[in-house]
């Protein structure tokens, strides 16, 4: 963490709420009730979280929804499409291997970074990421921007047992547990509050269940701005004003610099506005399941004294196993009556037919608001002309780019935090001389660009064939048929060296040549008699 006291609790708290989250709050109160919903912010309502959570997990969805009160009834979910939206996001977004390239901004004096500060920036960049686990961060990070559309990544720092800072790393934020987040119009973060459950206080106060909020704002009550630290006895929201004397604190001037570590990005995931269409396919699924159940007819055969037909006899719950039993295989069902009764099925004039076509249809509208579905589902069985399946990868391509371009920044500026409290701390590495400053424009970075879907070597060499044969010049025919810069600098050194071998193939011919005719063995075309 990025605040401290006489007592060295700075660095202590994300490490130990990444590890106890799942243990003493979050998801797992999903199941009881939605959760609770958030103080004015730029963020979404943690009840909408809550819902978008358990229609990406699709375990027991209707039946949360239910008890949630979204829904009317706790059904079984016939088909939800979300997980294989997540998953396709997940496996496409931050995909590959992903490289920094410096990007240079105007400043006030014109100067400009110099290529051993680029290099430094891209080894800075490369250890925040070895600190931040930063291949397994990256598909948290997608997986968050797909389930909820909103993400909040701090930059934090470790510390040793002296409170020495070690090491700058990203943190992904539970989104269940962040009860606020404010931005400017530019999407700075202003302020922003955590709630993290614990059991022992960072403190020194006594061991008991209780809530950490933290709270960070630009500017505290008009003046300067820093973090505060509250202990809320149990498990249950406190609204600021109600909050007790604060149990930690420092100032910007303490920390040594002035802007909230966290920044907020919001993805936008089409499959959210496919919900109603999603919940009312469900519910024609159960309509259909309910309508074609096979149904029996008793009616009675016996009238009173004075004419009046008699009530069909029913069965004693007690004696139900006795008289009831199902034949065929499950397939239909018996229910023995005492009595004078006769019994019979009863007419189906549901038109199924109708009803499954309503299905079909409203299946195909949900499929194609989601291009991404379609291409997440997709098989070597699936018959698709290639001009549609252009079209369609270039849909589900372009909303990856959209979620890539949001999350892309998001990191980057995130990255700069960390460059920012790693020269602060006096990391190696991270010292001026090594990677220039922020306010000089030296960490400007962007990620390199790269395909959304990467062609198949054959694909790419049947584009190559047709370059090379339409006259491109073969280099320039690798690169246009994506081969990437390291196989064109392997084409280029091979023919390089087959060049070179050419060369003294023909040296060598020469110099045989001219030797035959000094000798007086080649005739230079003439015969001698």
């Known amino acids: ?28 109160e999903a199941s009881a009730s939605p959760w609770p919903a958030a103080e004015e912010s730029s963020t979404r309502s943690l009840s909408e979280y809550a819902a978008r959570w358990a229609y990406a997990e699709n375990k027991g969805l209707y039946r949360l929804l239910h008890e ?39 400043t006030a004096d014109g100067a400009v970074s110099s290529a051993a500060e680029n290099e430094g920036l891209a080894a800075a960049v490369g250890r925040v990421w070895e600190w931040s686990n930063f291949v ?103 609204a600021d004003k109600e909050l007790p004397a604060a149990v930690g604190a420092q100032t910007f001037g303490e920390l040594g610099y002035d802007f909230v570590p966290v920044v907020c990005a919001r993805c936008e995931t089409p499959w959210g506005d496919a919900t109603d269409q999603i919940d009312y396919y469900n519910e024609l699924a159960r309509k259909s399941e309910q309508l074609n159940v096979p149904l029996g007819v008793v009616r009675a055969r016996a009238t009173d004294s004075e004419g009046r037909p008699m009530p069909a006899p029913k069965v004693d719950a007690a004696r139900l196993q006795a008289s009831y039993h199902k034949v065929a295989g499950g397939a239909a069902a018996l229910l023995y009556l005492p009595g004078n009764s006769e019994f019979d099925w009863s007419s189906a004039p549901i038109d199924f037919a109708a009803l499954h076509r309503d299905m079909e249809a409203v299946w195909a509208g949900i499929v194609a608001s989601l291009p991404e579905y379609r291409a997440a589902t997709l098989d070597a069985s ?26 892309e920044r998001a990191l980057v500026r995130a990255q700069q935090m960390a460059l920012t409290l790693g020269q602060m701390a006096g990391l190696a590495g991270f010292a001026a001389a090594d990677v220039g400053t ?23 060499a049947a584009a190559l064939k047709e370059l090379t044969a339409a006259g491109v010049p ?13 196989v064109v600098e392997a084409f280029d050194a091979a023919a390089a060296e087959q060049a070179l071998r050419e060369r003294v193939t023909l040296a060598s011919a020469l110099v045989r040549a001219r030797a035959e005719v000094d000798r007086g063995e080649a005739d230079m075309g003439v015969t001698r008699v």
Request: glycine share 12%.
């Open 438 to 460: 922020y306010e000089a424009g030296d960490f400007g970075h962007v990620f390199t660009a790269r395909d959304v879907f990467e062609p198949t070597l054959a694909a790419k």
């Open 474 to 486: 073969v280099t320039l025919a690798l690169e246009l048929a994506q081969f990437g810069a390291a």
């Open 1 to 28: 963490m990025i605040i401290e006291n006489g007592a060295g609790w700075r660095g202590r708290l994300w490490g130990w709420a990444g590890r106890q989250l799942s243990r003493y709050g979050g998801l797992v």
């Open 136 to 238: 397994v961060l990256k598909g948290e990070l997608v997986r968050a921007a797909a389930v909820y559309g909103d993400v909040l990544l701090k930059a934090a720092e470790r510390t040793d047992g002296g409170g020495q800072v070690v090491s700058v790393y990203l943190q992904l934020l539970p989104i269940q547990h962040v009860r606020y987040c404010r931005t400017d119009e530019r999407g700075i973060v202003q302020e922003v509050r955590v709630d993290t459950p614990r059991l022992v206080s960072l403190f020194g106060t006594a061991e008991r269940e209780h809530t950490l909020v933290e709270i960070w704002r630009k500017a505290w009550d008009g003046g300067e701005g820093g973090v505060r630290f509250f202990e809320v006895e149990g498990r249950g929201y406190v």
């Open 382 to 407: 699936t018959q698709i002309a290639a001009e549609t399946l252009e079209l369609l990868l270039k849909a589900a391509g372009q909303r990856v780019l959209d979620a890539r371009g949001a999350l």
């Open 68 to 106: 949630w009160g979204l829904v009317e009834q706790a059904m079984a979910t016939a088909r939800n499409p979300v997980p294989a939206v997540v998953d396709f996001y997940v496996a496409n977004v931050l995909n590959g291997e992903l490289t920094i390239e410096p990007e240079q901004r105007a």
